[in-house]
């Protein structure tokens, strides 16, 4: 299953590891840390020109990616939920 998370950018559910609302995450030391490692090494995907309200880390084909969402946390939440039930009906 895949998770439209902005614009034409999809990720597989199964290579997920975690959402983080930005607002939540923007104040921590270690995060602003965390991004800014990350976009030197090269693995930062901007998924849209629009404000950013979620992160988003994956695991693909061994290496971490992380995606800036202008999707919030909560939307995408629930998008997960919807496709976890459409796989149950299925």
Not at 2 to 21: C, S, T
Not at 26 to 40: C, G, Q, Y
């Amino acid at each position: 299953m895949f998770l439209h998370i902005g614009a034409d950018v999809e990720i597989r559910l199964k290579d997920l590891v975690g959402i983080f609302d930005m607002k939540s995450m923007e104040d921590s030391k270690i995060t602003t840390e965390f991004l800014k490692v990350a976009r030197e090494e090269g693995f930062v995907c901007v998924v849209s020109k629009d404000d950013i309200k979620t992160i988003i880390i994956t695991e693909e084909k061994g290496r971490n990616v992380v995606y800036l969402s202008p999707i919030s946390s909560a939307t995408l939440q629930k998008r997960i939920h919807l496709l976890s039930d459409l796989s149950i009906i299925n």
